[in-house]
């Protein structure tokens, strides 16, 4: 299995791996968009007029000295309907510019090269999963971290093998995301997903 033996500081541009990160407000703010547009709204309830019964009314209108109801599906009533219930269409989604991306990843990238996270190296392999294990425990990757893997192409062989790892996530450089990078403990980058990477962030780095 070839790899690269050029160190990852090496490897790596200054304008997409060392930029200043005054403070982590604008990680915060890409991380939770992220996971914002990844929520479904999947939660319904029904109103009091979906609920099933409470069609009989429950006494009559007046002489009992209790308060008019209509309903046993009443909202104030157990069994009864929600009020102001989600309704499975709300939108959940965060909006965040494109320029501000971009400023998010660089500064989640640096602070993964300064805590020396990333490592620059080609992974091949022809399809099994053993090899790729071999190759991240060859790297000082443990099964109990969180490997993300970065390639320039997904590559059928490589996805194959990384199927089964439960630990591995592979990415292409295109689709990085803050929340990718600030979860994993490791972060393997092949040569060609570096010059992607340059290209699509460091030109507004300039």
């Excluded at 010059?195 to 507004?204: F, G, M, S």
């Amino acid at each position: 299995m070839a790899e690269s033996t050029k160190p990852a500081k090496a490897a790596l541009p200054k304008s997409v791996f060392e930029v200043d990160v005054p403070n982590h407000e604008l990680l915060k703010l890409a991380y939770d968009a992220f996971l914002a547009n990844s929520r479904q709204a999947s939660a319904t309830t029904k109103t009091r007029g979906e609920v099933r019964g409470g069609g009989k009314k429950p006494w009559k209108q007046k002489g009992t000295g209790r308060a008019r109801f209509g309903s046993t599906r009443n909202p104030i009533w157990r069994h009864g309907g929600i009020v102001f219930g989600p309704r499975g269409n709300e939108n959940y989604s965060k909006k965040l510019s494109k320029t501000s991306k971009h400023v998010a990843l660089r500064q989640a990238l640096t602070l993964a090269n300064q805590d020396k996270k990333i490592l620059v190296s080609d992974i091949k392999t022809t399809g099994k999963t053993a090899e790729v294990a071999k190759f991240l425990a060859a790297k000082k990757c443990s099964e109990k971290d969180r490997v993300l893997l970065v390639v320039d192409e997904k590559a059928p062989e490589l996805m194959r093998a990384t199927n089964n790892l439960a630990n591995a996530l592979l990415v292409r450089a295109q689709y990085l995301s803050v929340y990718y990078i600030l979860n994993a403990d490791k972060i393997v980058i092949t040569p060609a997903a570096v010059k992607t990477v340059e290209a699509w962030l460091a030109k507004e780095a300039k």
